[in-house]
């Protein structure tokens, strides 16, 4: 007999816990298991394998290439079953099926609520998902099929081959202050301008925080003085009435925050144009539903 076929859910959550803890007494501790079981499974796993999942040293212990790879696949596999135990819960108080979207902060307001409205029509009784995060954060969520498809900034986005990347539309970073501002009536700005001003940013890992490293960079200008980091769009705008913060912002969320009168683009010369895309899964079946949602989109990125 095959050793896939002898492998249970139960052990499929040991390897994960094993490959993250990378200390058999704190799995065994962890799992509710005694530690010489453990031990012995593994051995025997790697027996049925034939090849090495961890390399024991004093300190613990250290996962091979097969191991990550295997875990990979065991994530994938607990990812599917728990979505298909969501799924089964939700249809049993009467949605049709369900659909999880995950979106990065920047990208949020506008084209995903049109989306959605779009996706509500064609399947009334669907249950709908959306949630906002960082980019980070959603990716390994959409490989271990947790997710459906990620909205993003596409730019500079490190991405595997196990996913795909469809571009909706072009996208420029725009830099904003609040109409209190006292650049906010000017003219005629230049980035030494706005330098001298401190800072409200998105973390590290955005996409878009990383888009305005590099348009600092060709414009040959230093980092700014960033004096609040936060990933959320209602904190940026909100903290941006205060005085004097100036914040990155994609060009379509600034044209709704400006339509509101709560910020004001700065005329500076931008050298970049990033693009908004759908990252998914590359082996994932298109349900109808996730067709739905992508003509969603589809549809309202082109207007």
């Not at 196990?162 to 072009?170: A, E, F, K, S």
């Not at 990155?248 to 931008?270: N, T």
Request: net charge positive; with cysteine; hydrophobic share 40%.
């Amino acid at each position: 007999m095959e050793w896939t076929q002898r492998l249970r859910m139960r052990q499929l959550y040991l390897l994960v816990a094993l490959y993250e803890t990378r200390n058999v007494s704190h799995t065994a501790t962890q799992m509710g298991v005694t530690q010489p079981g453990l031990s012995k499974w593994l051995s025997e796993l790697e027996e049925d394998l034939n090849v090495k999942l961890f390399k024991r040293n004093s300190r613990g212990l250290t996962p091979t290439e097969f191991c990550t790879a295997l875990v990979s696949h065991a994530k994938a596999i607990i990812g599917e079953l728990d979505r298909t135990q969501a799924t089964i819960r939700l249809m049993s108080i009467g949605a049709s099926g369900n659909l999880v979207v995950g979106t990065t902060p920047t990208v949020a307001t506008g084209l995903v609520p049109k989306a959605a409205g779009y996706f509500r029509k064609r399947f009334p009784d669907a249950y709908l998902n959306i949630i906002e995060n960082r980019l980070d954060a959603l990716l390994p969520q959409l490989e271990e099929g947790r997710v459906d498809l990620v909205i993003t900034r596409t730019d500079q986005a490190r991405l595997d081959a196990g996913v795909r990347c469809d571009i909706l539309h072009p996208e420029q970073i725009r830099v904003v202050v609040g109409a209190n501002h006292p650049l906010a009536k000017k003219r005629k700005v230049d980035w030494p301008d706005v330098l001298r001003y401190p800072w409200i940013i998105p973390p590290k890992v955005s996409p878009l925080r990383r888009e305005l490293e590099h348009e600092l960079a060709l414009a040959g200008q230093p980092s700014p003085r960033y004096r609040v980091e936060t990933g959320s769009t209602l904190v940026i705008v909100t903290k941006l009435q205060d005085g004097d913060l100036v914040a990155p912002m994609s060009a379509r969320l600034m044209h709704y925050f400006q339509g509101l009168k709560q910020v004001v683009p700065l005329p500076l010369p931008y050298l970049r144009e990033g693009s908004v895309g759908v990252i998914r899964r590359r082996e994932a079946t298109e349900s109808p539903m996730l067709k739905a949602f992508m003509d969603g989109l589809r549809m309202h990125a082109a207007g």
